[in-house]
């Protein structure tokens, strides 16, 4: 990926642009006061993170005037991961900030939210209607016996009131948890049931491609194994009735309380985030008020260049860190904008519709959703007023080179594009977008500050143009504070300390190039090491998805008892295509030619479909282990799958072998 002269940029910042954005004001202002170099752009910067980590984040505190109601005494009193002490001694709140802008006088009666459904309609919702909403809840929760540290859950889509329950929840000192509608009762207990929610926010159904679904069922499948619940509140989105023993969601918010902001310590938790749960139960992944906060401040307000007068889009749900992320878009005075219904509905293009109606600026989707619009030949910016887009930015899987291309062509040439890659543990990015850095294609431009991100090889030394395991060698304020009913840390430690203790490994192949961008490879335990050559299976889904015929692949690298290693290809094809010999070998031979000879497939198989996580990432490791002879209920948790009929597919092709 490296060589002396770099291929020129897809895009470049210009000048103006580049003084314009927050994170150069934030520079010459830290310089000024805090010692972070004058010179030398986002590079120096971004190593000054890194070196002098505490006096960064002091900075970044200071730049956006966090709330201490409670002073701090030092920034970070225990450096050591996991456990890192961050902003000891210190309280404050994270609706409080969340909020802020609503006491602006100028501002108040300006949207904080946006929402949408599938009809395209956008409906605002004010900074003070959103506050005054979020006072009267908390006052309720509170009146239902609701204090810090409970945990209070959401079953909720992307509507105004899984905002408001978050921040109320916040604002009690509560923990969050949601879910979204679409999944399953036992995928919802799962997770639930680990955390023993004592309130419950539901709707009674959603809509989605067009048709409404109806979660009366579930929800009462849900009231009656969650033992721990003392109120269940109902959001009659379909228009329901509330059940018996239900509150009213209209009840609950409709009176004009001033919020109380219960003040927190710095680590008090503030919301729990699941893992894909694939091979067993999801973890229970806890972040903290203040963690979330700064991180959220820095990720939001510099890197994402979000403030006062943007408007925030980020197609997701509730079910996926990206909607909590999303929400954290207030802290920074930001319109978010809050889309309800399937990205492709009622065609492809869809997403770009809703970035139109609502001027979003910053406009965030998945890597998937691009590549699905270039092979729809969809044309957002000939179909769309899309003038106030300044930013795309994907994220899920690594956005294949063909993306920026088509993004660059399609959307526009003087857009920013963001491919951002973090994790769900800490629910935040470790590379990606930099607002003042120029775009090389099929790259995250650099790594994000108070990161120190690295490659390293297997004997933990880092490496520069080489692919290396993504580890971060110093503590982040997001990292989780613990993991819920892991008392002795333990899976904590073993998640992310055991390959290379007191440094955060995350499971992703990286390539740092020399000139600082990054490359992601895919996930680093489903890695194809062929006669000792390894490639992340991300590479080659970019090569053979470009092919019109595949929808979707999925390549798994399985070692065989006596040594052999059998490499199949999955291939999910378009309708009306056909697996022939000819396409076997323009799929071999696109993968030898433009990656190499040693990871042609050994076997090239249709499948009825790529099976998924709940949060739309491709399962690869159960799919290994089916393929070696693991029961179908040992290989995968099956609340964590988006349809468990395609894994039996794959468990019988493991028998078919056998």
Known sequence: MTSAAHPAPLWQPDADRIAAARVTRFQTWAAERYGAPAEGGYPALQRWSVDDLETFWRAVADWFDV?????????????????????????????????????????????????????????????????????????????????????????????????????????????????????????????????EPVVLFTVDGYRYGGKEHDRRDTVAELRSELPTLRAVVHVPLLGTPAPDGALSWSDLTGSAVEPVFEQVPFDHPLWVLYSSGTTGLPKAIVQSQGGILLEHLKQLGLHCDLGPEDRFFWYTSTGWMMWNFLVSGLLTGTTVILYDGSPGFPQTDAQWAVAERTGATLFGTSAAYVMACRKADVHPSRDYDLSRVQCVATTGSPLPPDGFRWLHEEVGEDLWIASVSGGTDVCSCFAGAVPTLPVHIGELQAACLGTDLQAWDPHGKPVVGEVGELVVTKPMPSMPIHFWNDPDGSRYRDSYFEMFPGAWRHGDWITITDHGSVVIHGRSDSTLNRQGVRMGSADIYEAVERLPEIRESLVIGLEEPEGGYWMPLFVHLVPGATLDDALRDRIKRTIREELSPRHVPDDIIEVPGVPHTLTGKRIEVPVKRLLQGTPLTKAVNPGSVDDLDLLRFYENLSRDRA
């Not at 920034?75 to 969340?98: I, K, S």
């Open 67 to 195: 709330r201490f109601s409670t002073p701090y005494e030092q920034v970070l009193g225990d450096h050591t991961m996991p456990g890192a002490q961050w902003f000891t001694g210190a309280t404050l709140n994270y609706a409080e900030h969340a909020l802020r802008a609503a006491e602006d006088p100028a501002r108040a009666q300006e949207p904080a939210l946006i929402h949408l459904d599938e009809t395209h309609e956008p409906v605002p919702v004010s900074w003070s209607e959103l506050r005054r909403q979020v006072g009267s809840l908390a006052a309720e929760l509170r009146a239902l016996g609701v204090r810090p540290g409970d945990r209070v859950s959401g079953y909720l889509p992307n509507i105004p009131q899984a905002v408001t329950a978050l921040l109320a929840t916040a604002a009690v000192g509560a923990v969050w948890t949601s879910c979204a509608p679409d999944f399953g009762a036992r995928s919802v207990l799962d997770r639930f049931q680990q955390v």
